[in-house]
């Protein structure tokens, strides 16, 4: 017990002894009395410390770390930090009710409640600092929540008093401070004052300033930041200071903040726009880490270029600036390519020029870029957007007179992979000029279409709007095409259209070469390419890039050359959703290519005419599902492989997980020089529905994984053997592992086209049980679908039941759903939900309407033969109307199927026919 009864502020008990457990015995520090008791010696007691009333000091020397003792702190009192040494507190939870006062050297702090009660504040004096630690290998642990901290100086060693000198980051460390004076914040790893709105966290600045230092980044997130009374001030010497969603800074121009020589400030998803006067030194950086619109990431007040200064895009971002740009400075744009820099103040006036080195530095009038025809320089892959003024002259913006004149002057487009951007955004843009050989990107609404001559063509982009290159061909080289590019839902669809006659081709670099040039259709956002009449369009196929990206092609004609492959791949539904509606035309791969990738991805392939032929020129396989999902929906026009088809790939992703589903209905011929391989992963699902139209393959083969489901459901489709490399039309990974095959109501017709083909089937072929799925309503339409979204099926306790989307493009609403396939064994309504499709307005469905499924019966064509090697269950007729059927089973055939044999052989193999009704019609029986 140590107690001190003089008065608070008066005399205090000094203890230069060190305080430990008496042997084995914890000993429980206990303070007493008003008046103040000084820890001068170390303490290691471990029954815990109760200040009961007034405070407690406790004293760390310099260039000493020491750990406070432990065990949890309680009582009534307060606790003091003095002496220039650390003091590091436990990873546990204190309840003392008192004010902690951090005066002198460092308190490291671990752990949420270190502080004790909110209802006290902690004050850390100038020349002290608070280093917050936490106590997780991942970070972001530690969280003093309501404990608000009253802070000022620069800390013991001039480093911050407030600090992250830790292994990591501590995004939730504060939630309230109020500056006592001027601040300085440092450390080695991210420190945050963050709130989960902005109504929850508040920095009040008090009038003073804040310095940063150290490498860090120091943030305010949904984080009001308050009170600067036209004099407060942010310095940014060191490391980076960011700004995060809907955090903001009150106060104007008065208020600056200041960003040195390799310090940076950050933008991130910025919602309020900042009216501060915001300073540029030689050597300084603004970098965007997200957020894409001019809405996000606007700086209001005036911007001073001091020096050279770079505006960096870390992604597909913008920044925006609506206040004035002045001083004797530089302004380089560099970052990602998808990255853009607004300047939308029509009066600047900063005398240094400009140097686009990458992404898009983009200029709202003439007056927004000073001296723009002679001191603008695009390098390597920079982009000058520009907005184009109205043919009128009643809209602001660049004449076409200006713009001709900057793309021909020699100077400005420094290389063939810089660009000129348009925004065409009053009215649609023929640009009739002769353009040189340099790229383009389309923003805005509208349509730009490119009538000039010019055979050479830079990197294409479309972020808004359409560009039409129907009018001239052009050659690309070994750049590429991207079309949508904008993650912002509020920009204008972005497509791009190949018809006429016109060639859009690229250099195919050859087999496994890295680099090849892509044809990439919604990147970060929504993005159409419309191929049509005589187009013609080459290079890698990517279309659903990103996350992000949401991307369709719709060919009514013409050619896409999908030049993907090894090393290369072309992916429908990359890692987000891509759609390919193949109506007409041809559309040609030369190697490996997948349809629904990533575990994110979505691809959707839909044909309903044309040529889909995969050649196989790099090697590769068509491969439906790599662990997302990948739907095939074939209705018409002729699908051709020269390899393996995949339903099921097994390569990327571990091997695990995935949704593979492949239709052919309606007179679709499907021919794959190869097997068709079911299901190669674990933890999927595996379709193919045969509902109509033709299959021709060497056989089906069903892999060996575990927790798969690999199902053929046959609803009238025709399975021809071409070329078939063993005795089994059906296969798999191990002896007697088969699909599982459902005959539903339409039938299953199998086809050995040549007389000595001999072929068996020794997986049964089952009728359908229980109940299935037989329509989902639309109650809805939605609008704004730009593809046909993906229809999930799940729970219900079934399972095989699959549906197609009907979408009208032209509309973009939802129109049908069309059921694929309809299960078996449901106990319940499944849920049915609708993935991707890049509806501005989703549709709604109904609740889905069960049934039993009818079960069909089995065709035999062919000259061939095919034997029956199992107990079939389907309940359908029995046709045999060439080559022969053998009975390889004595189960074979349902006692309840009715068997015709007209112009074929029924032989049963030594066993019994039961069936009630038989006809023979020019053939035997034996």
């Not at 009038?207 to 150290?214: A, D, F, S």
Request: aromatic residues 6%.
């Amino acid at each position: 017990m140590l107690a001190n009864a003089n008065v608070s502020g008066g005399a205090a008990l000094i203890v230069n002894a060190a305080l430990q457990n008496n042997g084995a015995s914890a000993v429980r520090l206990e303070k007493s009395g008003p008046g103040d008791v000084r820890l001068i010696g170390p303490a290691s007691h471990t029954g815990g410390t109760a200040i009961n009333a007034g405070a407690l000091s406790v004293d760390v020397p310099a260039s000493v770390v020491r750990d406070m003792p432990a065990g949890t702190i309680s009582g009534n009192g307060g606790l003091i930090k003095t002496g220039d040494g650390t003091l590091a507190f436990p990873n546990s939870g204190n309840t003392y009710a008192g004010t902690t006062l951090v005066s002198r050297g460092t308190a490291r702090v671990l752990h949420n409640a270190t502080f004790g009660s909110t209802a006290a504040p902690t004050v850390v004096q100038d020349g002290a600092a608070l280093d917050l630690w936490g106590n997780s290998v991942n970070g972001n642990d530690l969280r003093l929540g309501n404990e608000h901290v009253y802070a000022a100086g620069a800390g013991p060693d001039g480093n911050g008093a407030l600090r992250n000198t830790s292994a990591r980051s501590q995004y939730w460390a504060l939630s309230y401070v109020t500056l006592l004076d001027d601040l300085t914040v440092g450390g080695s790893q991210r420190l945050d004052i963050r709130g989960d709105n902005a109504t929850s966290s508040y920095m009040n600045l008090n009038g003073h300033g804040i310095t940063k230092k150290g490498t860090s980044l120091f943030g305010f997130t949904n984080t009001t930041v308050t009170n600067d009374l036209g004099t407060s001030f942010i310095d940014i010497q060191q490391g980076g200071l960011t700004l995060e969603v809907a955090a903001s800074l009150s106060g104007a121009a008065d208020n600056v903040m200041s960003v040195r020589n390799g310090a940076y400030f950050d933008f991130y998803s910025v919602a309020k726009p900042i009216g501060w006067t915001l300073s540029l030194d030689e050597g300084s950086r603004v970098l965007t880490r997200s957020g894409y619109t001019t809405n996000l990431n606007n700086w209001a007040g005036p911007v001073a270029l001091n020096g050279t200064a770079r505006f960096d895009g870390g992604g597909a971002y913008s920044d925006t600036y609506t206040g004035e740009l002045s001083g004797p400075g530089r302004l380089v744009k560099v970052g990602n390519d998808n990255s853009i820099t607004y300047l939308r103040n029509t009066n600047n006036s900063w005398a240094g020029g400009a140097a686009i080195s990458n992404g898009t530095l983009y200029a709202v009038v003439p007056g927004a870029l000073p001296n723009y025809a002679t001191a603008v320089e695009v390098v390597n892959a920079g982009c000058l957007a520009l907005r184009v003024a109205d043919a009128a002259g009643t809209q602001p913006g660049f004449t076409l007179a200006d713009i001709d004149a900057l793309i021909n002057n020699g100077t400005t487009f420094a290389g063939t992979t810089t660009s000129i951007g348009f925004d065409t955004a009053y009215e649609d843009l023929d640009y009739t000029a002769a353009l040189p050989h340099l790229g383009v990107r389309k923003l805005g609404p509208n349509t730009l279409t490119l009538s000039g001559t010019g055979a050479n063509l830079g990197p294409v982009r479309v972020y808004g709007g359409t560009l039409d290159l129907s009018p001239v061909s052009r050659y690309l080289g070994d750049q590429s095409v991207v079309v949508g590019e904008s993650p912002s839902t509020s920009d204008p669809l972005a497509t791009l259209v190949v018809g006429g006659t016109t060639r859009i081709e690229t250099l195919d670099k050859g087999y496994n070469v890295g680099g090849q040039p892509q044809v990439v259709i919604g990147d970060n956002g929504r993005g159409v390419l419309r191929v049509e009449d005589d187009g013609f369009i080459a290079g890698r196929l990517l279309a659903g890039n990103g996350t992000a990206g949401i991307g369709a092609v719709y060919q009514a004609g013409g050619m896409m050359h999908n030049t993907g492959g090894a090393g290369n791949d072309g992916r429908i539904g990359n890692a987000g959703y891509g759609y390919y509606h193949l109506a007409d035309g041809v559309l040609t791969n030369n190697g490996y290519t997948q349809i629904g990738c990533g575990l994110t991805s979505l691809g959707i392939i839909e044909q309903t005419g044309g040529l889909l032929a995969f050649g196989a020129t790099y090697g590769g396989t068509i491969g439906i599902s790599r662990g997302g999902t990948g739907v095939v929906h074939i209705s018409g026009g002729l699908f051709r492989s020269n390899a393996t088809l995949k339903i099921g790939d097994d390569s990327e992703n571990s091997s695990t997980a995935g949704f593979a589903v492949m239709t052919v209905s309606g007179n679709a011929v499907v021919t794959n020089n190869g097997p068709i391989d079911l299901g190669n992963r674990n933890n999927m699902t595996a379709m193919l529905n045969l509902n109509g139209g033709e299959v021709n393959a060497k056989r089906i083969w069903r892999a060996n994984r575990s927790n798969t489901d690999a199902l053929v459901n046959w609803n009238g489709g025709l399975l021809r053997a071409v070329n078939p490399d063993t005795g089994l039309l059906f296969n798999g990974g191990t002896a007697g592992l088969y699909p599982d095959v459902t005959v539903f109501e339409g039938g299953a017709v199998v086809d050995i086209p040549t007389a000595g083909m001999a072929l068996s089937v020794n997986t049964p072929l089952r009728r359908p049980t229980g109940l299935g799925v037989l329509s989902i309503p639309v109650a809805s339409p939605g609008a704004g679908y730009i593809g046909a979204p993906f229809v999930r099926i799940t729970g219900g306790g079934g399972k095989g039941a699959t549906a197609f989307a009907r979408v009208d493009l032209a509309s973009g609403t939802l129109t049908a759903i069309e059921i694929t396939s309809p299960g078996t064994d449901y106990g319940s309504a499944p849920t049915i939900t609708l993935v991707g499709g890049g509806a501005t307005t989703a549709a709604t469905l109904g609740a889905p309407v069960l049934g039993a499924p009818a079960s069909g019966g089995f065709t035999k064509l062919g000259a061939g033969s095919l034997t029956l090697g199992a107990a079939n269950t389907y309940l359908g007729p029995t046709d045999v109307r060439d080559g022969a059927l053998r009975l390889g089973h004595a189960g074979a055939l349902s006692p309840n199927s009715q068997v015709t044999v007209n112009g074929g052989v029924l032989d049963l193999c030594g066993n019994t026919l039961s069936n009630a009704a038989v006809c023979r019609s020019r053939a035997a029986a034996s």
